[in-house]
């Protein structure tokens, strides 16, 4: 049986890369339970996950009382930042040019 087992891992790279991520996640779980019992987290032997899940609470909470922008004021602002960046880039470009014919004179 077990040696099924290691032909189908060889064979399989998709169930091979499962088989580790799973292992790697028990392995992960094991070294956050044991951090907890030795009194590395005041929350108890759940307190890192309890975290996570309030984070993803108040993120959602949060998304909610953003004032998102309507089709018109964000098509008009993105163009802005557009036209504002090839203005900029043109510029930079210019004084390239501009110090690279300089330094020419120069040398």
Do not use: C, P, Q
């Amino acid at each position: 049986m077990l040696d099924k087992f290691n032909e189908l891992i060889k064979n399989n790279i998709y169930f091979r890369d499962t088989v580790y991520l799973i292992l790697g996640l028990l392995a992960i779980n094991f070294v956050i339970i044991i951090i907890n019992l030795l009194g590395g987290n005041k929350n108890g032997i759940f307190g890192f996950h309890k975290k996570i899940i309030e984070y993803f609470k108040k993120v959602i909470l949060e998304l909610k009382v953003v004032e998102w922008l309507n089709k018109k004021d964000l098509i008009k602002l993105t163009l802005i930042v557009v036209f504002s960046s090839i203005l900029l880039g043109g510029l930079i470009a210019l004084l390239d040019l501009g110090f690279f014919k300089l330094r020419d004179l120069l040398i």
